[in-house]
């Protein structure tokens, strides 16, 4: 049986009109999904090619979701 842990994110809201804190939140991010990305690979057993088609079907489940104006935008 594979158990997938999950990570709950906590973000406080401010103004996001300082580009310098979008930076900041993108690199946080990126550094995030790099480790949760790991992780998985790591408990799962997948290959790298699994882990890049894994990332592949979330961006396509996204563009689904903006496409029916769901979701963030």
Do not use: P, R, Y
């Not at 690199?27 to 790099?34: D, H, V």
């Not at 979330?58 to 029916?68: Q, S």
């Amino acid at each position: 049986m594979i158990v997938v842990a999950s990570t709950v994110m906590v973000f406080n809201i401010f103004n996001m009109d300082n580009s310098d804190q979008k930076v900041i939140l993108k690199e946080q991010a990126f550094n995030e999904i790099k480790e949760l990305c790991k992780k998985f690979q790591n408990d799962s057993g997948s290959s790298n090619s699994e882990v890049k088609a894994l990332l592949k079907e979330l961006t396509f489940f996204w563009e689904t979701e903006k496409k029916n104006k769901f979701g963030f935008q």
